[in-house]
T-cell receptor, first 114, second 117 residues
């Protein structure tokens, strides 16, 4: 079955710490990959996406993610987090044959302490 | 409008009642999607419209759920005989027409929080 697994449900970091959030997916076929972020009280926003090409993608606010096809992973990273990065982060996948259907992980709540 | 608009933002109803949730997509977006997000979970796909027609409604949990998009813009998600298990945040998203290469970026609204008592 198609699924997305986010290993960490809650992460607490101090400002300036490095961040890596894990995402693994199960999907037969070529995929598109996404990270969405939901800041407190706000709607889901696209952080970054991978469709094809360079497996290292850069998004907004200094975030990046690396697609490792052999590991079915798309981990999110940021070298130095800020208090304003406190949010919930969702990894999502869609298939090339059904690009309209996003399959989301259960999310990771990140708390950054000032 | 500038973004996807959903109304109401909160809806409290009693078990057995009928509810309608509205979504107004980004102007010019032909594709519209409904997702449901239960507590502690990520959004789950419900239905996808391309224009006025439902291209994929495989995510609707049962026949109490129905959605329409009669003029290819605003969509309404309708839930009959609501149950406590229907309590969730219902999200709407819109996008340009998904391309044959699979490129599709969905923009989400703030959601409607439905509480069934």
């Amino acid at each position: 079955a198609q699924s997305v697994s986010q290993h960490n449900h809650h992460v607490i970091l101090s400002e300036a710490a490095s961040l890596e959030l894990g995402c693994n997916y199960s999907y037969g076929g070529t995929v598109n990959l996404f990270w969405y972020v939901q800041y407190p009280g706000q709607h889901l926003q696209l952080l970054l996406k991978y469709f094809s090409g360079d497996p290292l993608v850069k998004g907004i606010k200094g975030f990046e993610a690396e697609f490792i096809k052999s590991k079915f992973s798309f981990n999110l990273r940021k070298p130095s987090v800020q208090w304003s990065d406190t949010a919930e982060y969702f990894c999502a996948v869609s298939g090339m044959d059904s690009s309209y259907k996003l399959i989301f992980g259960s999310g990771t709540r990140l708390l950054v302490r000032p | 409008g500038a973004g996807v608009s959903q109304t109401p933002s909160n809806k409290v109803t009693e078990k057995g009642k009928y509810v309608e949730l509205r979504c107004d997509p980004i102007s010019g977006h032909t594709a519209l999607y409904w997702y449901r997000q239960s507590l502690g979970q990520g959004p789950e796909f419900l239905i996808y419209f391309q224009g006025t027609g439902a291209a994929d409604d495989s995510g609707l949990p049962n026949d109490r759920f129905f959605a329409v998009r009669p003029e290819g813009s605003v969509s309404t998600l309708k839930i009959q005989r609501t149950e406590r298990g229907d309590s969730a945040v219902y999200l709407c998203a819109s996008s340009l027409t998904p391309t044959s290469g699979g490129i599709n970026i969905q923009y989400f609204g703030a959601g409607t929080r439905l509480s069934v008592l």
